[in-house]
């Protein structure tokens, strides 16, 4: 299994970002994928999750209406669309895929938003 993140960067607040994840090494499509956060000093946090074909999606109270998760699984691809950035979700964000009992985790993009 390898999750490759990308799209991260510093923006200022109020700003938007998509991070992108190419899967490989597992079904793709046959899974449910997650984007998690973890901020410096804090745990790592559910952000959002996908159903294996997208008609599933769920999101952590603090980014609802601001953010969009979506997949291509032709493209074996998951999204993080992030609208009206705050400074409080700055964060290394990872992409993840829980198969039988292993998560496993890309190598983690950072995301900074300040002024």
């Known amino acids: 299994v390898q999750l490759v993140e990308s799209g991260g960067g510093m923006v200022q607040p109020g700003g938007s970002l998509r991070l992108s994840c190419v899967a490989s090494g597992f079904p793709f499509s046959g899974n449910s994928m997650s984007w998690y956060r973890q901020a410096p000093g804090k745990e790592r946090d559910l952000v959002a999750y996908i159903s294996s074909y997208g008609r599933t999606t769920n999101y952590a109270d603090s980014v609802k209406g601001r953010f969009t998760i979506s997949r291509d699984n032709a493209k074996k691809t998951v999204f993080l669309q992030m609208n009206s950035l705050k400074p409080e979700d700055t964060a290394v964000y990872y992409c993840?895929?829980?198969?039988?009992?292993?998560?496993?985790w890309g190598q983690g993009t950072q995301v900074t938003v300040s002024s």
């Open positions: 993840s895929v829980r198969r039988s009992a292993t998560m496993y």
